[in-house]
């Protein structure tokens, strides 16, 4: 089985900035696309960015320019730097990761989420 633990939101006001770790731990062999994903209420879920094994990213065209997705392989962890955010950055962030168990078992895992909430 493979985990994921999101750490990181909280409260914060507008204009102001949150960094979101994702910790990926359990029976991985490799991990491959990574990714964020949000949820405000009463709205779908989001994509927010994605980043490859080999680091490259794409972005909604929402937080382009605002957050930064990185990621340290050596650590099975994910990063997402939010700066200037905003009231309509509200949701509870998800990350979500896909690659290879030992005994080469492909696994597509979510995290449980965290609460970023920006205050006016």
């Known amino acids: 089985q493979v985990q994921l633990v999101e750490s990181g939101g909280g409260l914060v006001q507008a204009g102001g900035s949150l960094r979101l770790a994702c910790a990926a731990s359990?029976?991985?062999?490799?991990?491959?696309?990574m990714g964020w994903n949000r949820q405000a209420p009463g709205k779908q879920r989001e994509l927010v960015a994605t980043i490859t094994r080999g680091s490259s990213t794409n972005y909604a065209d929402s937080v382009k320019g605002r957050f930064t997705i990185s990621r340290d392989n050596a650590k099975n962890t994910m990063y997402l730097q939010m700066n200037n955010l905003q009231p309509e950055d509200t949701a509870v962030y998800y990350c979500n990761a896909d690659g290879l168990q030992v005994g080469f078992t492909r696994f597509n895992a979510w995290g449980q989420g965290t609460q970023v909430t920006v205050s006016a």
């Open positions: 359990g029976s991985i062999f490799s991990i491959n696309d």
